[in-house]
């Protein structure tokens, strides 16, 4: 059976980083594994350097608006599966994408779900890059999870979303076996307090990520984040939280 990983938080707090570099560890080992970007805004792509053709989004397009109304649709979906999926050396990749014309994000959130159904029992290990916020929890995209990682940053509101999505997580019944906080961009000002409030909050914390200045400067220059080198401070706090979760 597959080990599931999903990585949240408010946006901003550095959650796609973090997902690229849970990966960047995974990678160098033996384990099959799939990296899906849940994020319409489809951001894990670039920090892993790979470039994406096809997208559940628009398979989306594709079941809602190329087939006769007889068709079976979630046949479709399964025969389209592999061909939407961007296959690397280390590792597979499957990207939500942003589905075209009005409208929610409804279908393409419910394809992306039944999409990971059918495939994830194929790879040892799987790592999400959800959206920001609460939605892909209360639409239940997101289930059964053997760890969640709540990133935040050094800011308040970061970790008052982090307390929404565990209690969330929590209301709904959503399987989750393990809930971690990460916290992120951590400074030498900030960091007792915010392990201070992380703690206050009830959070186990599974690491303390500084603020690192190659990162940034790779994320500015569009320079993929797996390319960081190995005494990256990022790299080193982020290889030892792989090591508390077990992966």
């Known amino acids: ?24 560890h995974v990678m160098r080992g033996g ?34 608006e190329g087939l006769p109304p007889d068709a079976d649709k979630m046949l479709v979906l399964e025969s389209k599966i592999y061909e939407i999926l961007a296959e690397t050396p280390k590792y597979d990749l499957l990207v ?25 029992k194929n790879y040892d290990l799987t790592i999400i890059d959800t959206a920001a916020g609460l939605e892909h ?4 995209i997101i289930r059964n999870l053997d760890i969640l990682l709540v990133v935040t940053d050094g800011s308040r509101k970061g970790l008052l979303t982090a307390e929404r999505i565990r209690d969330l997580a929590g209301e709904l019944d959503l399987g989750f076996k393990n809930i971690y906080i990460i916290l992120n961009k951590v400074t030498p000002e900030n960091r007792e307090s915010l392990q201070k409030y992380a703690s206050e909050l009830d959070f186990e914390i599974a690491g303390t990520i500084p603020f690192d200045s190659k990162l940034a400067d790779y994320d500015l220059d569009g320079i993929p984040l797996i390319d960081l080198p190995d005494d990256s401070e990022a790299v080193t706090e982020v290889e030892r939280i792989a090591e508390l979760i077990g992966i």
């Open 137 to 140: 929890l209360s639409r239940r």
């Open 96 to 120: 939500m994408g942003r589905p075209d014309g009005p409208g929610c994000y409804c279908y393409a959130n419910n394809l992306l779900r039944g999409i990971m159904d059918k495939i994830t």
């Open 31 to 64: 384990s099959v594994l799939l990296a899906v970007d849940a994020d319409p805004d489809t951001n894990l792509p670039e920090a892993l350097g790979d470039t994406v053709s096809r997208t559940v989004g628009d398979i989306r397009e594709m079941v809602l």
């Open 1 to 24: 059976m597959t080990t599931t990983i999903a990585i949240t938080g408010k946006g901003g707090t550095g959650k796609t980083a973090v997902t690229a570099l849970l990966i960047r």
